[in-house]
């Protein structure tokens, strides 16, 4: 008797910030998550006939990825890096998507006012001549950054609630959590230790390599993510200008905008004649520029006579083919 094929499985968080930012990523991308009854835990995809939406907590979207229940998952990368094992078993296909940024920073009580960095605490552990206590909801990836970063034997406290209190209760000296704005951490009077970043974290794409080795359906699906989101996520760094500007001939607007350092665009300009009555030729111009160069851009188009610009948001830009993508297919091979 053959056995029953189950549909390619995606694990996105059930609630928070991550659960937000990962459908609305997906339906920025054209993939949007059809729920209508928002108490169920299984969705789909209507333009991915084949896979269905589960939702869990971050964690155990990691742990279900890992263990081959779960085909793919958007985690956030600290939670990836804590539960991914060493087994080899889960891919991250894009580390980067854009949301849920913070860091995990080892923390301390501001009362401990001479110390302010990872030296610092090894002096402090010398003075109290016990190993130091440290409450965190990340134990492999404290124990691996005290041991190599730090080098200093530490107690791990495994909590579960809010961490922020336990250096003014007594159960641990110092706290490994993560941090976006710190205003939580200055309400409760703790201070970040200068150089005890342990990672800087975000939202991740995260596949079962096994599952992509062994079904086409599973390797197709994840081709299709790695293009839309690189595509996607590359356009929303840039922005699209049309500008109608004089010149004599295009070889000679060209070279003007060629001298210019914004408005060269990424690969250079598209420029096309404007049939006018007028004698002064004009021309067409479309340049993709980044969202931060606009104002200087603006400038540039002016200086070589430009007017009646027109600024448009980019959806995509697709490259000959993703290094996110060509990451996956090498490491599916190894």
């Known amino acids: 008797m053959s056995k029953h094929k189950r549909n390619i499985r ?28 928002p108490r169920q835990y299984i969705a789909r995809i209507p333009h991915l006939p084949g896979v269905e939406v589960i939702f869990q907590r971050p964690g155990d979207i990691v ?23 060493t087994n080899g078993k889960i891919l991250a296909l ?10 995990l920073n080892v923390i301390v009580p501001d009362q401990w006012a001479e110390v302010d960095t990872c ?17 965190t909801k990340f134990p492999n990836l404290t124990r691996k950054f005290f041991d190599t970063q730090i080098q200093l034997p530490i107690e791990v406290i495994l909590a579960e609630g809010a961490l922020e209190i336990a250096p003014t209760v007594g159960y641990a000296d110092l706290i490994v959590d993560l941090v976006s704005t710190g205003t939580t951490l200055r309400d409760n009077h703790l201070k970040k230790v200068q150089d005890g970043t342990l990672l800087e974290a975000e939202a991740c794409l995260i596949a ?13 699906v994840a081709t299709q993510l790695l293009e839309l989101v690189c595509a996607h996520l590359r356009a929303n760094e840039n922005l699209a200008i ?60 002016r200086e070589i006579g430009g007017s009646g610009v027109v600024v448009s948001p980019v959806t995509y830009i697709f490259e000959e083919e993703p290094l996110e993508l060509t990451e996956m297919m090498t490491a599916l091979e190894a």
Not at 64 to 77: A, K, L
Not at 94 to 103: D, E
């Open 10 to 37: 995606i694990a996105l968080p059930s609630k928070g910030l991550l659960a937000e930012g990962s459908k609305k990523l997906l339906a920025d991308v054209g993939l949007g998550v059809y729920n209508p009854n």
């Open 63 to 85: 742990i279900g990825v890992r263990d081959g229940s779960i085909d793919f998952g958007i985690t956030g990368s600290d939670i990836y890096h804590e539960k991914k094992g």
């Open 94 to 103: 894009h580390g980067h998507l854009g949301f849920g940024k913070c860091s």
């Open 119 to 135: 030296a610092d605490i090894r002096s402090m552990q010398k003075a109290l001549m016990r190993p130091l206590k440290v409450a």
């Open 208 to 220: 079962n390599k096994a599952c992509l080795q062994s079904s086409p359906d599973a390797l197709a």
């Open 242 to 301: 049309f500008a109608n500007v004089r010149g004599n001939s295009m070889e000679d607007l060209a070279a003007k905008i060629f001298q210019k350092r914004v408005i060269r665009g990424l690969q250079g300009p598209t420029i096309s004649p404007i049939l006018t009555a007028g004698e002064q030729p004009y021309f067409a111009v479309h340049i993709v520029v980044r969202k931060e160069s606009l104002h200087q851009a603006i400038r540039e188009i």
